[in-house]
């Protein structure tokens, strides 16, 4: 039941993603939302600059300068990403609810100054994971944690996603490790485009609805093609505390595009997921020959706003994907890095240029991952002749 009959909210950079979320809030017909600013260094560039100034929609050059003049009872943080720790702890100590796109950050120090914000204001902070908002995800999770599968055995995720040099050149931060001041922003293929599949392994394993695994130890495998400092290609088992594997694997350096799919071994049952099949749900498959579905988590693309506005609106504060559930992503990442300090990059014998699509793409690359992905293992195991073994690397608590 609505306590409050409107929301007002900031929307903090209206380029990139924060077009995805200018364009919903922009089409909301109703008078639940008033969107009272946006913030943003070069509001000229988004898709929706003139619709902003048609409808008299404050642009404000800082967070400061709106805070100024305006108040926000939901604030989107949709900035690059070594900012989102700032922007949000503002946000939230200016008196506003956050939702910070993901990832939550790439510095682990992070974490803890975000949750104690969080605590002292008494305003949520959700993390912008897609699937994590979805009804068909949390009604799975719902289900693993009830023993419904029984014990979790091992899980893995694979996403082949093409990305051209119009990505890399999106902006100063693309593809970097650090930027001027020395701040963290590990942009990778696994911290941007398809973080979000990393983390819902993660998510799914979490013991309460609004927690993810507790990692042990990370090995992972990085390479580029790619002129960035970080990397476009990785291959990684994770294990977590509870002893369960989980394998990860994504590419920006192929030609065609394949995935998300995952698959999640139970004792009792085998959970998969193939956006590339006509069918498209997740599938439970017990042993007896049992099964359940669950609706294509794709399909809620945006319920993460939803969901945060219908928390402000009933005063509920609560979210199932916060900071104590998006930070085992953080660390992973991290762990990512420490495990391969030196990026290697691909032979050149194997490396293609498209000059069509400018983009770059190895050969047999996508072969070779899929055939790791079927066998559960990193490219090093079978022996792939590009491939190189980082180190083990230990997390802590």
Not at 130 to 157: H, M, Q, V, Y
Not at 297 to 320: F, G, M, Q, R
Request: net charge negative; glycine share 6%; charged share 25%.
């Amino acid at each position: 039941m609505f306590v409050k009959d409107s929301v007002n909210i900031l929307l903090v950079g209206i380029s990139g993603y924060g077009g995805e979320y200018l364009r919903e809030l922009l089409a909301y017909k109703d008078k639940t939302i008033r969107l009272t600013g946006v913030v943003d260094i070069a509001p000229q560039k988004s898709d929706y600059y003139d619709t902003i100034i048609d409808r008299g929609i404050p642009i404000y050059n800082s967070l400061e300068e709106y805070y100024d003049n305006e108040q926000a009872e939901l604030a989107i943080i949709s900035t690059p990403i070594h900012f989102h720790r700032e922007h949000s702890c503002y946000c939230m100590n200016h008196g506003s609810h956050v939702l910070c796109e993901k990832p939550m950050t790439s510095d682990p120090q992070d974490i803890q100054q975000m949750i104690n914000v969080r605590n002292k204001t008494g305003k949520f902070l959700a993390i912008g994971f897609n699937w994590s908002f979805a009804p068909s995800t949390l009604e799975l999770k719902e289900d693993i944690n009830k023993g419904a599968f029984g014990r979790p055995i091992r899980l893995k995720s694979m996403m082949q996603w093409s990305r051209n040099k119009a990505y890399y050149n999106r902006s100063v931060w693309a593809g970097k490790m650090y930027d001027a001041e020395g701040s963290m922003i590990f942009d990778s293929v696994a911290n941007n485009a398809t973080a979000h599949f990393l983390h819902h392994l993660l998510y799914l394993l979490g013991d309460r609805i609004d927690t993810s695994a507790q990692l042990d130890t990370v090995t992972a495998e990085l390479y580029r093609v790619n002129h960035i400092e970080t990397f476009d290609t990785c291959a990684v088992q994770l294990k977590t505390k509870d002893d369960v594997d989980i394998y990860f694997y994504a590419t920006h350096a192929v030609r065609e595009d394949m995935g998300p799919f995952f698959q999640l071994e139970f004792e009792k049952a085998t959970i998969t997921y193939n956006v590339n099949e006509n069918s498209k749900e997740v599938v439970a498959v017990w042993k007896d020959g049992t099964q359940k579905t669950y609706e294509n988590p794709e399909e809620y693309h945006l319920s993460k706003l939803s969901t945060c506005i219908n928390a402000v609106l009933t005063e509920d504060n609560w979210v199932p994907c916060g900071p104590e559930a998006a930070s085992a992503q953080v660390k992973s990442i991290q762990a990512m890095h420490k495990s391969v300090p030196n990026i290697m990059s691909f032979p050149e014998s194997l490396i293609h240029y498209d000059i069509k699509e400018e983009k770059y793409w190895i050969q047999g690359l996508s072969e070779d991952l899929l055939h790791c992905y079927n066998n559960w293992c990193l490219p090093n195991e079978l022996d792939i002749q590009w491939s190189a073994i980082g180190g083990k690397i230990r997390l802590e608590d």
